[in-house]
């Protein structure tokens, strides 16, 4: 069982930038699809972003699209998330998860394994 540690949350204004990142606690992480979701108060978790096991697709929400990059290194066993350009709405606890059959889905059903999340504040 993989166990996922997200870092580098925290509270930026609005037009700023923060870097996610995921480490993952096996040697088998690169065997894993990785996908960011987040969840604001009062609202249902909601997708992000995904990659591929060898990192070579990426998808991402609509809402995100051109602000957000995500990436991995399965030399290290991390998966990243580069926010930029951040807006307030972009509050919520952010969320890395992977998927062990590699579905690469946007459904939150279909991950395995979930991290504890971090807290990522955007004021205006």
């Known amino acids: 069982q993989v166990q996922l540690v997200e870092s580098g949350g925290g509270l930026v204004q609005a037009g700023g930038s923060l870097r996610l990142s995921c480490e993952a606690s096996e040697r088998t992480f690169s065997r894993y699809a990785m996908g960011w979701f987040r969840q604001a108060p009062g609202k249902e978790r909601e997708f992000v972003s995904r990659?591929?096991?060898?990192?070579?697709?990426?998808y991402y929400a609509d809402s995100v699209k051109g602000r957000f990059t995500i990436s991995r290194d399965n030399t290290k066993n991390t998966a990243t998330l580069q926010m930029n350009s951040l807006k307030p709405e972009d509050t919520a606890v952010y969320y890395c998860a992977a998927d062990a059959r590699a579905q690469m889905t946007s459904r939150a059903d279909d991950y395995d394994y979930w991290g504890q999340g971090t807290q990522v504040t955007v004021s205006s």
């Open positions: 990659i591929s096991r060898n990192g070579i697709r990426t």
